[in-house]
């Protein structure tokens, strides 16, 4: 993204306070930096397990020299300091509306194509999934990555719901935890090329983005992942909010 001088000062700024505050929270362990493009726009999308996913995220492709954009609930645009933030560093709003969608997409678009970074998660919000692996996705950054042709880059991190689980209330510093990270090779949508952009179309390229992070976050967590992928609408479980599980059939 070509970065006007105001939003690489907020950066800065904010680098002075997030990076420290992250380093001393959790250890880190960091591979795959070599896959980040370089002289294209790319989606990054990564697997989604506690509220602070966004800033382990945005430390690490900070520290890698790409500016984090993130589509971020609307909602949180309208919260004193953080909306004003979020402005400030070229974030972009997500409506749950379809028009609204539509939208914020169409700048994830403009973005993309201006060379930016913009990280999607393919699952939407938190996964549902009572083991913490990636869960049926939405079918956003599929389709802009069908769009517009950019590459998506899965990655992967385990280690930070140990300092903040899923819908926590506090920190849990000690002992120290370790956040690991792992990006993978751009994920391989040729087989989509020239077809129509179906929901069956994007469902699939959504299914494969989806495999390759779990694949990613099998290696990290060393063990297998399931054979078959969390679904919460086939669970009744509410799609948004801190009480899903009491709406599903969770263990």
Known sequence: M?????????????SLIVRPAMNLLMGKQWSG??????????????????????LVIAHFLYNNKVMPHFLAKASLFSVPFVGA??????????????????????AAREAVANGGGIIIYPEGTLTRDPDMWPMKGRTGAARLALQT????????????????????????????????????DPVDLSEFSGLPI??????????????????????????????????????????????????????
């Open 33 to 54: 930096t070599d896959k980040l493009p370089r002289d294209t726009g790319f989606i990054v999308c990564p697997n989604h397990i506690t509220e602070i996913d966004p």
């Open 85 to 106: 933030i979020l402005r400030a560093t070229g974030q972009i709003p997500v409506e749950r509306t379809s028009a609204g969608a539509n939208k914020s997409l169409e």
């Open 149 to 184: 042709g950019s590459p998506v880059v899965p990655i992967a991190h385990w280690g930070a719901h140990e300092v903040f689980p899923r819908y926590a209330r506090r920190l849990y510093l000690f002992p120290r935890k370790t956040s690991r990270v792992v990006v993978g």
């Open 198 to 251: 179906t929901r069956t179309t994007l469902d699939a390229a959504t299914e494969k983005i989806l495999a390759a992070i779990t694949e990613l976050v099998a290696g990290l967590r060393g063990e297998p992942a399931p054979t078959q992928r969390w679904d919460p609408a086939a669970r009744n479980q509410k799609p948004t909010g801190r009480n899903f599980e009491s709406d599903g059939d969770i263990p």
């Open 2 to 14: 070509a970065e006007s001088r105001s939003n690489r000062a907020t950066f800065h700024l904010l």
